[in-house]
C-alpha cells in the first residue's frame, strides 16, 4: 500500500531543487505535458521526500515502496516507472478542471491586473439610494427572476463586475451576472421590489440605458439559486469563438413575437413541401427535450459551444435556405446567427428577439409546445399544458427534470414519481450502478457516464 513507509517533510534546499527541476520538465512542453511534470513533483513531495535529516549533509534523501534513492535522478525513473498511472490520473483530473475553468469561471487574472492598474472607479454612485426601504421590505414578499443581456462595448468590465457584485448583494439578489467587454448578461432572482429597484438601475446607467423590454421575467424569487456569481468572461454568452472576431453585429434580422408567428404560422401551413425554410432551435438538447416549437431542427448538442462545430458539419443543409433561429432570452441567437451569417451559405437568417420568453407573454397557447427549460433550481416553467418527452424509464409523459441521484454527476434526468419511487433515480444505468457501489473514495471530479459518452460532440443532420 503506497504511503505505508513514506515521509511527507522537505527542506528548503529541496523545495528550491524541486522548483528548478520542474523548469526543467517544463521547457518547451505542451500545456498537457506540464501538468505531468507538475505531478510528478506532487507525488514526489506528497509522498517521497523524507525528513529533514540525511545521509550527508546537505544531500537530500527520498524513500518511495521501501527503497532509498540518494540521486534525484533516480528517485525520477523510479516514480516515473512504477507510479505512471498515478501521476496520468493526477494530470487528467487536474488538466480536465482547469480546461472547465476556462470555461466556466471569470478571466480573473484579468480584473486583478485591471484593478491593479492604478485607477480607482467609485461605483456607488450608480447604486440607487434605498435608505428608506428596510431590509424586510427587500428580502420579503412575492418576487421574480429576471432574464437580460445587453450588447454594448465595456471599456472597464472590471468596475462593471464590481457595480453588478454590490447592487444585487444590497438588494439580496441571487443568481448569475456575466461581464465581457462586448456587453452584460444576466439572470438574476429577488423580491417584486428588489428586482424593480434593479432594473431601474439597469435602465438609467449611461453605459445601457436599457428599456423595460429588454428584461423577461418569470415567477420566482432568491431562492431559484442557490448564490450570487458576477464575474469576467470572455463572452457574455459561452459560444467559444472570440467575439472580436465574429461579432454580435452580424446577427441575423430580428422578429418581433407576431412577426416570427406569421413566419412559423406559412411555414406550417406549407407542411413538407416546405423545403426552403428551416426552424432552427438553437438551445441543448436537454432543453428542447422538454418544450420546442412545432416541427423544428433541434441539434443533438449538449453545449452552446458545441453549435459552430455543428453548424461546420451541416452547411449543406443551410444552404440557400431561410433559417428562421430562436432560443430561451434571444442572447444565443444573437452569436448563433451571426455565425451562420459568416459561414455565407444561408439565403436568409431571422432571430425570434426576446426569445421563446417574450413569445410566450404573446402567445402562450402559439406554436410552442411543452416547457420552457431554465437555468435555474426550477429547471422549467410552463404556458401551457403539453406534455412532448417522457419518462426515461418508463416512456410515460413526463417533463420534470432532476439531478441524476449518483454523487458528483451534473446529468439531468427525467424520472416519473412512480420510477423514482421504484429507485429509478439516476441519469442512466451506468450511474445507477456507480451509486449502488458508492464509496467515500469516490473522486471529487465532475463525472462522465454514458448519457454522455454516447452523445456524439457534432452531431451531424441529413
Known amino acids: 500500500m503506497l504511503g505505508t513507509d513514506l515521509k511527507i517533510q522537505m527542506s528548503i534546499c529541496q523545495l528550491l531543487f524541486l522548483n528548478f527541476y520542474y523548469k526543467q520538465l517544463c521547457s518547451g512542453h505542451s500545456l498537457y505535458r506540464r501538468f505531468w ?35 534525484h535522478a533516480a528517485i525520477h525513473k523510479h516514480v516515473a ?4 498511472a498515478e501521476i496520468q490520473q493526477l494530470t487528467q483530473d487536474e488538466y480536465e478542471r482547469l480546461l472547465s475553468q476556462l470555461e466556466e469561471e471569470p478571466e480573473a487574472a484579468q480584473v486583478q491586473l485591471n484593478e491593479h492598474s492604478g485607477e480607482t472607479v467609485d461605483v456607488s454612485v450608480w447604486i440607487p439610494d434605498i435608505s428608506h426601504i428596510s431590509e424586510e421590505q427587500l428580502k420579503n414578499g412575492p418576487g421574480r427572476v429576471l432574464l437580460y443581456y445587453h450588447y454594448c462595448r465595456v471599456e472597464e468590465p472590471h468596475v462593471i463586475c464590481a457595480w453588478q457584485k454590490a447592487l444585487c448583494e444590497k438588494l439580496h439578489l441571487t443568481g448569475k451576472v456575466r461581464v465581457a467587454t462586448e456587453g452584460i448578461n444576466g439572470t438574476v432572482g429577488g423580491t417584486n421590489l428588489a428586482t424593480d429597484i434593479y432594473m431601474e438601475a439597469m435602465r438609467s446607467h449611461p ?13 420566482g424569487g432568491a431562492e431559484c439559486f442557490t448564490e450570487l456569481k458576477v464575474g469576467v468572461y470572455k463572452e457574455i454568452v459561452p459560444m467559444g469563438v472570440d467575439p472580436d472576431v465574429i461579432s454580435y453585429q452580424l446577427a441575423g434580422v430580428h422578429l418581433e413575437p407576431e412577426e416570427f408567428h406569421k413566419e412559423v404560422e406559412a411555414l406550417l401551413t406549407k407542411g413538407d413541401s416546405c423545403n426552403d425554410t428551416i426552424l432552427l432551435d438553437c438551445r441543448n438538447y436537454y432543453e428542447s427535450k422538454i418544450g420546442q416549437f412545432t416541427q423544428c431542427l433541434a441539434p443533438n448538442i449538449r453545449k452552446f459551444s458545441y453549435f459552430p462545430d455543428y453548424v461546420d458539419q451541416n452547411l449543406e443543409l443551410f444552404r440557400d435556405k431561410k433559417v428562421l433561429m430562436y432560443c430561451t432570452g434571444g442572447i444565443r441567437c444573437e452569436r448563433g446567427s451571426a ?25 402562450p397557447e402559439g406554436f410552442y409546445r411543452g416547457k420552457l427549460f ?13 406534455i412532448i418527452s417522457d419518462c426515461r424509464y418508463c416512456g410515460h409523459p413526463w417533463d420534470q427534470y432532476k439531478l441524476c441521484s449518483t454523487q458528483y454527476c451534473c446529468q439531468l434526468v427525467l424520472s ?18 456507480k451509486g449502488q457501489a458508492q464509496s467515500e473514495e469516490t473522486s471529487h471530479h465532475k463525472e462522465e457516464c454514458e448519457c454522455t459518452d454516447g452523445r456524439p460532440r457534432i452531431p451531424q443532420d441529413v
Not at 81 to 84: E, G, L, M, P, T
Not at 416 to 431: E, K, Q, V, Y
Request: glycine share 6%.
Open 37 to 71: 511534470g507538475l505531478n510528478l513533483l506532487v507525488f514526489l513531495c506528497r509522498v517521497c521526500i523524507p525528513p529533514l535529516h540525511s545521509h550527508e549533509e546537505g544531500s537530500p534523501l527520498w524513500c518511495c515502496c521501501g527503497q532509498t534513492f540518494i540521486e
Open 81 to 84: 516507472r512504477v507510479h505512471n
Open 207 to 219: 453605459l445601457f440605458e436599457m428599456d423595460k423590454e429588454d428584461f423577461k421575467t418569470s415567477d
Open 339 to 363: 455565425y451562420l451569417r459568416f459561414k455565407d451559405v444561408c439565403k436568409e437568417v431571422y432571430q425570434l428577439k426576446g426569445g421563446i420568453h417574450k413569445y410566450l407573454e404573446r402567445f
Open 374 to 386: 431554465v437555468f435555474d433550481e426550477r429547471y422549467a416553467i410552463s404556458s401551457n399544458s403539453d
Open 416 to 433: 416519473c414519481p412512480s420510477c423514482r419511487l421504484d429507485g429509478h433515480t439516476a441519469c442512466c444505468p451506468t450511474c445507477m450502478t
